[in-house]
């Protein structure tokens, strides 16, 4: 199955909506934490734990979500991606040795494009997450740069569990998620910050032999001729 994916104003309505939402829920939240902090000592040990980090948990959805929300200064400069991947790669080495992951390297093309540095960084690192979170067992991740059309394009692969059709329907879909400690919102972020940068992503997916996410970067102008502007 493979599919290209859009954002939609439906998406869009849906992102304000809860960032409002995780706003408000976000000072209570806050106090509970607190509250639960003074109270620690009358509480069972057990209890306490599974308290605080089922906290943590809505904190860490909360903050997510903030981010989204947060007019963040949004640089776009003439930048390659290599730098930038490599330093996400620098992240995931080790945990990727220890769970038996061969990362495979194919750089073919690094063209400049205009880009949010830190954007692309964190879609790098979300799309690499999950090709990790693919492989509980072990196996290969392919990265390739290379340029396609005009654009420079990014491709992630593993062969890993892959995806139903059902999972890659709703993928980009906020707190849709098949993994326990995941909260469903590392997709939807990369299509935003894919959206920001005008480019597209196109994704084959099958279960059972593992998924392909390619992004594709429009090569030289962007929305950087524009002027820096907030998102
Ligand atoms: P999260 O990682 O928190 O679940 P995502 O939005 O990044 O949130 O992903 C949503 C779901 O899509 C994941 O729970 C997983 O089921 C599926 N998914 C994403 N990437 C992959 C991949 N590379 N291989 C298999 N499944 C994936």
Redesign the pocket.
Known sequence: TEELLRNTEKLVFAGQVAVSIAHEIRNPLTTVKGMLQLAGRETKPLHYGMMMSELERMNLIVSEFMILGKPQAVRFREERCLPILQEVLGIFEIQATMNGIVIRRDFVRDLPIRCDRNQIKQALL??L???M??LPYGGEIEIRLDEVDGCQRIRIA?D????TEE?LRR??EPF????P????????I?RRIVDAHRGRIAIR?EKGS??A?EIFLPIGSGPADEGDRFA
Do not use: P
């Open positions: 979300n799309l997450k999950n090709a979170e693919a593993d890993g569990e892959g995806m999972v993928l980009g849709h998620t098949t993994r400690d995941g909260n469903g919102l590392g997709f939807m990369v997916s593992g998924t996410v």
